[in-house]
């Protein structure tokens, strides 16, 4: 492998991380109606787990509260039951053709709970960035090792997987802060 497909294969890593951490962003509740707090929401259907968003459409007509509306409107009782089963922390109300989530005000205490939450996520996004940077950097040792590269050709390489890995973490650094704004400032 050459150290151009090592540098790609390293964005395309920590890219991928990046992306994992924006969803874990967005299954967290800031307040305001975001279908995305249901994504890992699993209903028994016909007895198979089945996400929510494959058995009905999830609509935000107002800024706390989200319209589940099943497809088949056989499945509203277990939709009803997996969502109060789930993590989400809200109840739902159902009224026989539709299914309402309230979403409540968050308290002082509620935001920064969650502000440490995503600050978790934060820390895990950044470990994973580093454990491809140390991944990255072993393989280029490997080459120069195998006489497929040379100390400068090393030592370049590993300066550009550092520039990288600094790309990535201050973009993650970016997000959490986002976030953790929208928390607290809701």
């Known amino acids: 492998m050459n150290s151009s497909e090592l540098l790609k294969t390293t964005r395309e890593r920590m ?10 962003l967005g299954t967290i509740r800031a307040g305001r109606a975001n279908a995305s707090i249901l994504d890992r929401v699993q209903v028994q259907y016909y007895g198979a787990p089945t996400p929510l968003n494959q058995l009905a459409s999830i609509a935000s007509p107002e800024a706390r509260m989200l319209l589940i509306t099943p497809y088949d409107k056989s499945s509203l009782g277990e939709i009803e039951k997996a969502i109060l089963q789930s993590d989400v922390g809200i109840t739902p109300s159902n009224d026989g053709n539709v299914i309402r989530l309230i979403i409540p005000a968050l308290t002082k205490e509620r935001r920064q709970e969650l502000s440490k939450v995503v600050g978790k996520e934060q820390e895990n ?12 950097i072993d393989e280029a040792k490997k080459a120069e090792k195998n006489k497929e590269l040379t100390e400068d050709e090393l030592r370049n390489y590993e300066e550009e997987i550092q ?5 990535s973490t201050k ?6 802060e986002e976030k953790i704004d929208e928390i607290m400032n809701d």
């Open 125 to 136: 996004a950044k470990i994973a960035v580093r454990n491809i940077r140390r991944d990255s």
């Open 15 to 24: 890219s991928k991380s990046i992306e994992s951490f924006k969803r874990e």
């Open 163 to 167: 520039k990288i890995t600094d790309q």
């Open 171 to 176: 973009e993650i650094d970016k997000l959490a």
